[in-house]
């Protein structure tokens, strides 16, 4: 038992700017003093470094992770009629993006690593099927060279969702550079987050980047004439000048989560009733989230009770935790006119009753680490 409780919240964003501020609030101060607040030469300037650093020819920044992903299925004429497969273990905004085109989304299944089972996939291909989009859950990357396979022999698109895996690469390549187009998310919890909303899209198709910025340019190449209806996305010149100072640290913050995912397995890997989160073999994770299952059964049966207990007494040992996802989006109210069955779906049903996100941020100290195995052998054991 820890006598000593010193909190370990489940995640601390205003640790990592404390490491960085005088770079930031000096960045910040001089485009304040600028008077370029949205676009110009701040912004393309991180669209650049962003796409240099992923080994692509186009970055188009915008709004949020959502409108990134929105954006590049109106950029594909993705829309009525049309079905994306997706993972139904994934945020609401993975899929929400899909219907707001006027799409159908088609989940499948993960398997064990959090991501969906591409055998699924490829089951799911029927002759209205447009587009693909693989989630890099929790920072870990789908096997990209399987996908890209079925893609390629279906002649269908791949739209990467790489909001939790920014830095995570598949086969050398960066995730985000694999599929046709790469969409990544700025929220302030994400790998690199800004300190507001913030989003961006990659690709190598210059057709596709000069249709994705007229897109979030309320449909317009040439000012006050609108071709077809666009939104408004942009990515504020603020976030764009403390993402492009967050970028250069990204590999060592990065880094830094690799280790303590290594940590967390050295002494989780073996402990009874708990199943610790493995990484594919040609993958590198980013560890957005650390997510443990802890599989025992509560006392009327159910799991998630079970895991809410665990949840619980690690909250009374002072160590914070979160749930992603409590419940998968084929299961949702606003999904129910799809008609899916609880049951249909059942590794992810499953899942979603067992998964524990531990604290994971590049700045837990030793110390924090060590209080949350011990409480969670506590609670195990
Ligand atoms: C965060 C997230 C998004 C959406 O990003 P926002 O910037 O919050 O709009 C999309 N997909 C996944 C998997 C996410 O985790």
């Known amino acids: 038992m820890i006598q000593s409780l010193n909190s370990v919240p489940a995640f601390d964003i205003k640790q990592q700017y404390s490491t960085i501020e005088a770079e930031v609030s000096a960045a910040v101060l001089e485009v304040l003093a600028s008077g370029r607040y949205i676009g110009g030469p701040v912004v393309e300037g991180f669209e650049k470094q962003f796409a240099a650093y992923h080994g692509v020819t186009e970055c188009v920044a915008c709004n949020s992770g959502t409108d990134a992903l929105f954006l590049a299925l109106r950029a594909l004429n993705i829309g009525a009629g049309d079905e994306v497969i997706t993972t139904t273990f994934t945020f609401i905004a993975t899929a929400e993006v899909i219907s707001a085109v006027g799409a159908k989304p088609v989940f499948v299944d993960i398997d064990d690593t959090f991501n969906f089972d591409l055998q699924q996939v490829a089951a799911a291909i029927t002759p209205k099927t447009k587009a693909i989009i693989p989630v890099h859950l929790f920072g870990q990357p789908v096997h990209m060279t399987a996908l890209m396979a ?149 006392r009327n049966g159910a799991t998630a009770q079970y895991r809410d207990s665990v949840r619980q007494q690690l909250q009374e040992k002072g160590v914070g935790s979160m749930v992603y996802y409590p419940l998968p989006l084929h299961l949702q109210p606003v999904y129910q006119d799809l008609g899916y069955q609880p049951g249909y779906l059942p590794v992810s049903e499953q899942i979603s009753h067992e998964v524990i996100a531990l604290p994971m941020y590049p700045e837990l100290t030793q110390e924090q680490q060590d209080q949350v195995i011990y409480a969670l052998k506590d609670c195990l054991g």
């Open 150 to 298: 079925i893609a390629q022999s279906h002649n269908l698109v791949v739209i990467e969702d790489c909001a939790q895996a920014t830095g995570a690469s598949w086969g050398g390549q960066k995730v985000g550079s694999i599929g046709h187009i790469g969409c990544f998310s700025f929220y302030p919890t994400k790998n690199l987050g800004g300190c507001g909303d913030g989003g961006a899209i990659t690709t190598n198709d210059p057709a596709i980047a000069s249709q994705l910025r007229v897109l979030r340019e309320h449909g317009s190449k040439v000012r006050y004439l609108h071709e077809e209806i666009g939104v408004n996305s942009r990515l504020d010149s603020i976030q764009a000048v403390i993402l492009e100072i967050k970028l250069r640290y990204l590999d060592n913050w990065n880094e830094r989560r690799r280790a303590i995912a290594a940590y967390y397995h050295e002494f989780l890997n073996q402990v009874p009733g708990l199943i610790a989160p493995q990484e594919l073999a040609g993958g590198v994770g980013v560890w957005n989230q650390y997510t443990i299952r802890v599989s025992g059964k509560g």
